[in-house]
């Protein structure tokens, strides 16, 4: 799973042959928080134990999770909020949203020797080019990184998910806004289940 996840590639080998066939894909998943599902619940009590948890996260590997450039967590909305009817945003507008950051990044690789069209496939030296940060960004983004112990994967992940913020809200550069959101993305490792 690590290396089509990395590299965008499967290899089979069998024998004396050797096959590379691609596999670029978007991986989606879902977890509990742990054993009984409530960790973290604002209306359930959790009975399982820091071990018991720990034991749990630990069925997932940290290289892979290393790999996965978001996660979030989703308490469980309470009735109120259900019953609010607050307007949420349409999906017509996210969608023209997303359509615009697209439109951002495939003007960015379009002079890219590499066939790229998303910030998600950017190498490291596409991140060094697209991924200029002011001081307070790295201040941040440093901060974060000694603070949670991330890793140098984590370090271009954030990067590739700030720009992306940056995108979706039309700015040119990445702002310490953009920074705070991605490392916020990335914390749920580190600090939600240790």
Known sequence: MRQPLEDGTVCIARASMSLTFPA????????????CGYFNDRSRECHCSRPMIQRYMGKISGPLLDRID??????AVNYKELRAGSEPESSAKIRERVMRAREIQMQRFSSSRSRLYCNAQMAPRHIRASCELSADCERLLERA?????MTARAHDRILKVARTVADLEGASAIEPKHIAEAIQYRTLD???WA
């Open 145 to 149: 990184m000694t603070q949670h112990g």
């Open 70 to 75: 978001i996660h979030i967590d989703v308490p």
């Open 24 to 35: 670029r894909f978007m991986l989606a998943a879902a977890m509990n928080p742990c054993p």
């Open 190 to 192: 580190r600090t939600f």
